[in-house]
């Protein structure tokens, strides 16, 4: 990250970062100091250099609780606390406008962009540092209609919102926001094109049905969907996202029976995929019972438990082929040195520091190399007891964590976790 050029300039950050700034950014929410540093250019390296703040580390994000409705829109938003792996968690108040009394909730990040959906499918993202904010058209366009924030029917199907994927960092280009969306249901996929298309568009598909949506990714122009319970991948190709256009399907890497023992619910299965690795499509299963076992360790504020019952499988296949369902599925036996987080969140990959020698078969520190960091979404039904686990993709000791989530009123209810990394902002010069 840039640095001052000159002593003056580092001397006048340190005064201002000892100063009256200083006691503003130590009465503040990391998202808030952040957002300073962005309208302050003298306090960047100052804030920066604090190693106390979490920046560039990943981080769960938790919704405490949304702010008492208030006509004044600015004071709108959910409080929430960002907890690093091998540190303590710092407060983050995530501003969102709000839309009469109906409060929302997110349910997608990537990078400083969150997604958020509202009573009536008023669905919305917005910038955390700079509060830029892109109104998304109404999903009832295309016949689908909300019962509440996650629940909707479309035709004769009811449907649950998984998530929003944000594909990549929306651009405001000639006074347009161009921007890639995906609407994961259980039971359907939509797509907005920001900048391109006026409405959303709803993925053909002839093959679902008995599986369910679990997952979906943009990558090379094609959108990935994986299928529960087995596994299965289909693919749309470019300009193919029409009605009248279906998917490739791409087998599950695990044969029938494997995919379909215990299906009665005693080894569940969850799907993520992600796209890394020189250019892969990536799959992830992540198997067990998510059940934490023996008495926590208090690490950093945060409680610990062994999950001897979770693991994972992790397979790659090459995604820049002209036709990808002509590959295989490898699997991997670690990640290169990085580490997966999955979640709500669009999947993103990390390198992770090498662990010290006296610490490499330890439970801790937190974040280690070539391990999936999972978070469950609102209906995932393994990770339910856990605010996120790490499952070594070599097979080793998996770990989970729990939070100490506040008493909530009737009708409030948390916001899902997520992962988040949080970043110092830096305008356009």
């Given at each position: 990250?840039?640095?001052?050029?000159?002593?003056?300039?580092?001397?006048?950050?340190?005064?201002?970062?000892?100063?009256?700034?200083?006691?503003?950014?130590?009465?503040?929410?990391?998202?808030?100091?952040?957002?300073?540093?962005?309208?302050?250019?003298?306090?960047?390296?100052?804030?920066?250099?604090?190693?106390?703040?979490?920046?560039g580390?990943?981080?769960?994000?938790h919704?405490?609780?949304?702010?008492?409705?208030?006509?004044?829109?600015?004071?709108?938003?959910?409080?929430?606390?960002?907890?690093?792996l091998?540190?303590?968690?710092?407060?983050?108040?995530?501003?969102?406008?709000?839309?009469?009394?109906?409060?929302?909730?997110?349910?997608?990040a990537?990078?400083?962009w969150?997604?958020?959906?509202?009573?009536?499918?008023?669905?919305?993202?917005?910038?955390?540092?700079?509060?830029?904010?892109?109104?998304?058209?109404?999903?009832?366009?295309v016949?689908?209609?909300?019962?509440?924030?996650?629940?909707?029917?479309?035709?004769?199907?009811?449907?649950?919102?998984?998530?929003?994927?944000?594909?990549?960092?929306?651009?405001?280009?000639?006074?347009?926001?161009?921007?890639?969306?995906?609407?994961?249901?259980?039971?359907?996929?939509?797509?907005?094109?920001?900048?391109?298309?006026?409405?959303?568009?709803?993925?053909?598909?002839?093959?679902?049905?008995?599986?369910l949506?679990?997952?979906?990714?943009?990558?090379?122009?094609?959108?990935?969907?994986?299928?529960?319970?087995?596994?299965?991948?289909?693919?749309?190709?470019?300009?193919?996202y029409?009605?009248?256009?279906?998917p490739?399907?791409?087998?599950?890497?695990?044969?029938?029976?494997?995919?379909?023992?215990?299906?009665?619910?005693?080894?569940?299965?969850?799907?993520?995929?992600?796209?890394?690795?020189?250019?892969?499509?990536?799959?992830?299963?992540?198997?067990?019972?998510?059940?934490?076992?023996?008495?926590?360790?208090?690490?950093?504020?945060?409680?610990v438990?062994?999950?001897?019952?979770?693991?994972?499988?992790?397979?790659?296949?090459?995604?820049q082929?002209?036709?990808?369902?002509?590959?295989?599925?490898?699997r991997?036996?670690?990640?290169?040195?990085?580490?997966?987080?999955?979640?709500?969140?669009?999947?993103?990959?990390?390198?992770?520091?090498?662990?010290?020698?006296?610490?490499?078969?330890n439970?801790?520190p937190?974040?280690?190399?070539d391990s999936?960091f999972?978070?469950?979404?609102?209906?995932?039904?393994i990770?339910?007891f856990?605010?996120?686990?790490?499952?070594?993709?070599?097979g080793?000791?998996?770990?989970?964590?729990?939070?100490?989530?506040?008493?909530?009123?009737?009708?409030?209810?948390?916001?899902?976790?997520?992962?988040?990394?949080?970043?110092?902002?830096?305008?356009?010069?």
């Amino acid at each position: 990250m840039e640095q001052g050029d000159s002593s003056n300039s580092n001397t006048h950050a340190h005064v201002l970062a000892s100063g009256p700034l200083a006691n503003i950014t130590s009465r503040s929410d990391l998202l808030t100091t952040a957002r300073i540093a962005y309208g302050i250019p003298e306090m960047r390296n100052a804030i920066h250099e604090d190693r106390s703040l979490p920046f560039g580390s990943p981080c769960i994000l938790h919704g405490l609780r949304p702010q008492e409705y208030s006509a004044d829109q600015n004071s709108h938003g959910i409080d929430a606390s960002l907890t690093p792996l091998d540190s303590a968690a710092v407060s983050a108040f995530v501003p969102c406008r709000v839309i009469g009394r109906n409060n929302k909730h997110w349910v997608g990040a990537n990078g400083d962009w969150v997604a958020f959906v509202q009573d009536q499918a008023q669905w919305t993202l917005l910038n955390v540092y700079t509060k830029a904010e892109i109104t998304l058209p109404s999903i009832q366009n295309v016949g689908i209609h909300p019962d509440d924030h996650f629940r909707y029917h479309w035709e004769m199907a009811s449907l649950v919102l998984l998530k929003i994927q944000i594909t990549g960092e929306p651009l405001l280009f000639e006074g347009r926001w161009h921007y890639c969306a995906i609407a994961v249901f259980d039971k359907t996929i939509a797509i907005m094109m920001g900048g391109t298309d006026s409405d959303w568009r709803i993925l053909k598909n002839d093959f679902l049905r008995p599986s369910l949506y679990a997952d979906a990714i943009y990558d090379e122009g094609r959108i990935y969907a994986v299928t529960e319970p087995r596994g299965d991948v289909l693919v749309w190709q470019p300009m193919e996202y029409g009605a009248r256009s279906g998917p490739r399907v791409i087998s599950s890497p695990l044969n029938e029976d494997v995919a379909n023992v215990n299906a009665g619910g005693q080894d569940s299965r969850v799907w993520f995929l992600a796209s890394g690795l020189g250019g892969n499509i990536i799959l992830v299963c992540i198997h067990g019972q998510g059940e934490a076992v023996g008495i926590p360790i208090n690490y950093k504020g945060k409680n610990v438990w062994n999950c001897p019952s979770l693991h994972c499988e992790v397979y790659a296949r090459n995604g820049q082929v002209t036709d990808p369902v002509d590959t295989v599925w490898v699997r991997q036996g670690d990640l290169q040195g990085s580490s997966l987080f999955l979640g709500v969140n669009y999947p993103f990959l990390l390198d992770a520091p090498e662990p010290e020698a006296h610490n490499a078969g330890n439970t801790f520190p937190l974040f280690k190399p070539d391990s999936v960091f999972a978070a469950p979404n609102y209906v995932n039904h393994i990770l339910r007891f856990l605010d996120w686990c790490r499952i070594p993709v070599d097979g080793g000791a998996s770990v989970g964590s729990t939070f100490v989530w506040p008493e909530l009123n009737w009708g409030e209810f948390h916001e899902v976790p997520m992962w988040f990394v949080p970043t110092l902002p830096w305008p356009d010069m």
